[in-house]
Antibody, heavy 122, light 110 residues
Framework: EVHLLESGGGSVQPGGSLRLSCAAS????????MSWVRQAPGKGLEWVSG????????YYVDSVKGRFTISRDNSKNTLYMQVTSLRAEDTAVYYC???????????????WGQGTLVTVSS | QSALTQPASVSGSPGQSITISCTGT?????????VSWYQQHPGKAPKVMIY???KWPSGVSNRFSGSKSGNTASLTISGLQAEDEADYYC??????????FGTGTKVTVL
């Protein structure tokens, strides 16, 4: 059974940084692309970033380019996202999600974690 | 990277059918048969219900069906049940290795 467990969220001041982690189990982690999706309180889902199974191909939504960095350690079955220069509008639950294939091109986020909350406030 | 457009809410009585639309552009929905639909109950993680426009993941009821015409995709829920009350989001692959979600639709079972 696929299991994704996010951690690293918390409360931070504007301009601050955090590193989010997603520990994966129940599947061959290196064979699948992964994404981060966020949901602001009471709002809809927003795809934020994705990374191919090998880790060399990364993709971002325009609003986080240059501030967020996605990465993965396939030896530790863990997905990361370094989030910097945080703004109030980055406040959200951040979910990690497993894609259906090796690349970010299947159109299907097959499995999801339970999310970690990031709150940006002074 | 603008969000796909969905109606804010749709409602129906038990046993009825409802349809949720998802309108994008020729850069996303219109260009790829890579539209998926997600169900989200309050406080829970999303769950994929449909992928590649009209395919069912293992374990998902065939009361859920998907289709696409041009830049608009649709999700139909047949035989509406109380447990179907949730938020629903469409999602499309877009150019450059990105995904874009819809604005979300709240389904109410009357």
């Amino acid at each position: 059974e696929v299991h994704l467990l996010e951690s690293g969220g918390g409360s931070v001041q504007p301009g601050g940084s955090l590193r989010l982690s997603c520990a994966a189990s129940g599947f061959t982690f290196s064979n699948y692309a992964m994404s981060w999706v966020r949901q602001a309180p009471g709002k809809g889902l927003e795809w934020v970033s994705g990374i191919g199974g090998g880790g060399s191909r990364t993709y971002y939504v325009d609003s986080v380019k240059g501030r967020f960095t996605i990465s993965r350690d396939n030896s530790k079955n863990t997905l990361y996202m370094q989030v910097t220069s945080l703004r109030a509008e980055d406040t959200a639950v951040y979910y990690c999600a497993k894609d259906r294939g090796f690349y970010i091109d299947t159109g299907m986020l097959q499995s999801w974690g339970q999310g970690t909350l990031v709150t940006v406030s002074s | 990277q603008s969000a796909l457009t969905q109606p804010a809410s749709v409602s129906g009585s038990p046993g009825q059918s409802i349809t949720i639309s998802c309108t994008g552009t020729s850069s996303d929905v219109g260009s790829y048969n890579l539209v998926s639909w997600y169900q989200q109950h309050p406080g829970k993680a999303p769950k994929v219900m449909i992928y590649e426009v009209s395919k069912w993941p293992s374990g998902v009821s065939n009361r859920f069906s998907g289709s696409k015409s041009g830049n608009t995709a649709s999700l139909t829920i047949s035989g509406l049940q109380a447990e179907d009350e949730a938020d629903y989001y469409c999602c499309s692959y877009a150019a450059g290795g990105t995904y874009v979600f819809g604005t979300g639709t709240k389904v109410t079972v009357l």
